[in-house]
Structure formats: structure tokens, C-alpha cells
């Protein structure tokens, strides 16, 4: 593995920023809730935040787009056995709710299912100038800082990987995240 995480910067044009954020508007807007399937649960201490679920089959121009640099980033960093995201969340963080999510990773340990949840991509859709806070860190790395603030800027990682967002302090942050699976882990 060459890196542990990587960032496009402005990856996406502002006019693809739009078109998503446009799109969002077709879907229900949810709290966000932590954990998997049965164990779904709110917890506004632990995350704050509302989503939509895109559909991905819907939504492949989206799916495809992203899916450029995610190949591109396997090839030359990561190496692991992957498909495709087959869910798409658009997330807000706003500032009037102290919108967070602390310390977690996006896999599921004790998942039943053939598949496992082997990237994570995070999109940039907000300008950095329209909020404070809602800093992305690592847990134990190097943090992309600035490096991914640009709005259309992607970052890439491996998803078992701790990852918070710090809470948002003024204004609204708004991002795409989607999980790219592949066979279990072996």
C-alpha cells in the first residue's frame, strides 16, 4: 500500500457539486442514525447530522464518476478485491445542531453477507467558506487537512480506517459518501 488515504483535489467541477446537490432534493431526508441493520440507532451525543439515500442503480452517472478515481486509487495504493458502491448517502452537518459524527470506521465485523465494504469516498460539495468547523481527521494519521477542504475534492481510504467529523460551528457542510464493496476479507 503506497498511501493509507488519498485526496483529489477539486476532483469534481463545481457544476457536478450542483448537479448532486440538486439531485438530493428527490430523495427523503432522515436523522442519521449508527450501526448496522437490527442495531440502528440515534444517538445525538455520538452523530448529528440528516442523509439521503441515493439510489445507486439510479444514479450511475454519479457512481460512475466516482468510481474513475476509486480505480485509479486502488491501482496505485490500496490493491483490494472490489465491485462497486451499491449505497450513496448525501449527508448535511449543520451548525445549528452541532453537526458530528465521532470516532467510528464504516465496516461491519460480524456481517452475515458474502460482501464487505473495503473504500470509503468522501465528496466535498460545500465551499469552505460556508462553514466552520466539521474538520475530517483519522484516528492515529496524519489528517488531510486542507488538502481536502475544496469543494469537489474526493478522499479515498481504507474503510475499516477510524474517521470522525469534528462538529460543524457555523454555516452547513455538506458531502457524498459512499462505500466501494468487494468480496469479505480474507
Request: charged share 25%.
Amino acid at each position: 500500500m503506497q498511501n493509507i488515504w488519498e485526496v483529489w483535489s477539486g476532483a469534481l467541477s463545481g457544476a457536478e457539486c450542483d448537479a448532486i446537490l440538486a439531485r438530493a432534493e428527490h430523495y427523503a431526508e432522515a436523522d442519521a442514525t449508527i450501526g448496522f441493520s437490527a442495531s440502528l440507532r440515534s444517538d445525538l451525543s455520538y452523530r448529528t447530522s440528516t442523509i439521503r439515500w441515493f439510489d445507486a442503480v439510479r444514479e450511475k452517472d454519479i457512481v460512475a464518476r466516482i468510481m474513475e478515481f476509486v480505480r485509479s486509487s486502488n491501482r496505485t495504493n490500496f490493491g483490494v478485491d472490489i465491485d462497486a458502491p451499491y449505497e450513496i448517502q448525501f449527508t448535511e452537518y449543520r451548525a445549528t445542531n452541532k453537526g458530528h459524527y465521532d470516532w467510528h470506521q464504516d465496516v461491519w465485523i460480524e456481517s452475515p453477507r458474502p460482501y464487505a465494504r473495503k473504500l470509503s469516498v468522501v465528496v466535498q460539495l460545500s465551499d469552505p467558506a460556508d462553514y466552520k468547523g466539521g474538520e475530517f481527521e483519522f484516528f492515529g494519521l496524519q489528517h488531510p487537512g486542507e488538502q481536502f477542504t475544496g469543494r469537489g475534492s474526493i478522499l479515498i481510504f481504507p474503510s475499516f480506517l477510524q474517521h470522525r467529523v469534528l462538529p460543524v460551528t457555523d454555516g452547513l457542510r455538506r458531502s457524498l459518501v459512499t462505500w466501494v464493496e468487494g468480496p469479505n476479507w480474507r
